[in-house]
């Protein structure tokens, strides 16, 4: 069975669902049946997170799937992050039952499913994949065959600490070494890289984000890793820019983003998703390693770190198709941060927040450029409000029209030039 989809099309959503639940007395009728990582007790992983997953309603659902003869099992990131020692934070499933076969097994369960999507009234949501083989790919897209094969599903995966399956009694499914691999902060493609970066090049970016995720050092790359991506790199340009922000805005500020960055740079990786030639490695550098173990800037704020103007950064907010919102941090950052720099009075800044500008443009910049006291005394301050308003000054006889526009703005003039202690009384009386 083929089937033209895109890489994450037929998933189903599952939600932990209530009504089954509520309904069911919980038991269903059987038709079959390194370096530091957590202990694995018999082979299997038992840890306090992974145990804390295990909710009775996520238990339910496999008993759902075994109770029909299928697999059930967590897959990607949160089999990752358990071996890590970590609380899981997303949870994939992946099961050798086909879309339609999920479908039918819901419905049959009194689970409503709308567009390859099960919505019930739980609010926890689960992404239920079926095993697939990429039969046909052209670097974006993939024609798959479903498939009951785990090892022929892992294979199709990136890399191999993304291969791995984890089974509801801890047993963990590891056909490539992800285990081994993760255990010692190593970054390889399953099987050859040169094949899986072809089959989607976006992998060429998600290469870079774990690497700044699970490796420890800068530069502990597999050569023949790096070969395959300098060779491929021009198939990034086939790649959606909505993608290439998604991936590039997490390597910016995660672990080793200059080198990471730099390295994008040498082997053609920036040149085929846009970048500027002549993007600017040094105030990347400087912000980042300013800013890294502090806290965490606006993705946005370290592009415009590679970029030289305010016409640069508008030019990207267009070709990257940035958020309004992101569009507008980005110009603010760029067009003040060399006024920020020269020493720009906090003052200047605070009257600044009482014009209207937005708080988190204002301590972004000031983080920016590392005046760390200057953002923390101005995060906590309260803006305050002019006592005049047009009202104020309809009623002291100035006429509507550009002559009380006018004088409003004198008014506020003097006002900040007191450093908002004028009265409305003496802002008045100025008038006169």
């Known amino acids: 069975m083929y089937c033209a989809v895109r890489r994450k099309l037929t998933r189903l959503r599952a939600s932990c669902f209530l009504n089954y639940l509520s309904s069911s007395s919980g038991s269903l009728s059987k038709k079959s049946s390194t370096n530091y990582l957590p202990t694995m007790s018999s082979g299997r992983l038992d840890t306090p997170q992974f145990k804390s997953l295990l909710t009775p309603d996520l238990l339910r659902i496999e008993e759902l799937f075994r109770s029909e003869g299928y697999s059930l099992r967590l897959v990607g990131g949160a089999v990752r992050d358990l071996l890590l020692g970590r609380n899981a934070k997303d949870i994939d499933l992946a099961t050798d039952c086909t879309p339609d076969g999920m479908i039918k097994l819901f419905e049959r369960e009194g689970i409503s499913s709308i567009d390859e999507r099960i919505h019930t009234d739980r609010s926890n949501d689960y992404e239920i994949t079926t095993l697939r083989i990429d039969h046909v790919t052209d670097g974006r897209h993939a024609l798959v065959q479903f498939t009951s094969d785990w090892v022929k599903d892992a294979e199709r995966r990136d890399l191999t600490i993304n291969s791995m399956s984890l089974g509801f009694d801890g047993k963990l499914y590891d056909y490539f070494d992800g285990q081994k691999h993760l255990a010692e902060r190593k970054l390889l493609f399953v099987g050859d890289a040169v094949s899986r970066i072809q089959e989607d090049y976006l992998r060429i970016l998600r290469y870079f984000r774990f690497y700044g995720r699970i490796c420890l ?216």
């Open 217 to 432: 050092l800068p530069n502990a790359h597999d050569p023949d890793t790096l070969t395959a991506i300098r060779d491929n790199a021009v198939g990034l340009t086939k790649i959606s820019v909505e993608r290439i922000w998604s991936e590039m805005s997490r390597i910016l500020v995660g672990n080793h983003s200059p080198h990471l960055v730099s390295l994008m740079y040498e082997l053609g990786v920036a040149a085929n998703i846009g970048l500027p030639d002549d993007g600017n490695l040094n105030e990347l550098t400087k912000v980042w390693e300013s800013m890294h173990g502090r806290y965490q800037l606006e993705p946005v704020c370290l592009l415009v770190s590679l970029l030289k103007s305010g016409e640069e950064v508008e030019r990207f907010s267009r070709q990257w198709k940035l958020s309004n919102l992101e569009r507008k941090l980005g110009m603010f950052v760029s067009n003040e941060r060399e006024a920020c720099y020269q020493g720009a009075p906090l003052k200047y800044y605070k009257d600044q927040l009482v014009d209207g500008e937005f708080r988190n443009h204002v301590l972004e910049l000031l983080k920016y450029c590392s005046r760390f006291p200057d953002s923390t005394e101005l995060e906590g301050w309260t803006v305050p409000v002019c006592p005049v308003n047009g009202n104020d000054l309809k009623k002291a006889g100035i006429a509507s029209g550009q002559k009380l526009g006018e004088t409003l703005k004198d008014v506020r003039r003097k006002w900040k030039e007191s450093c908002y202690e004028s009265s409305k009384e003496d802002l008045l009386a100025t008038l006169k």
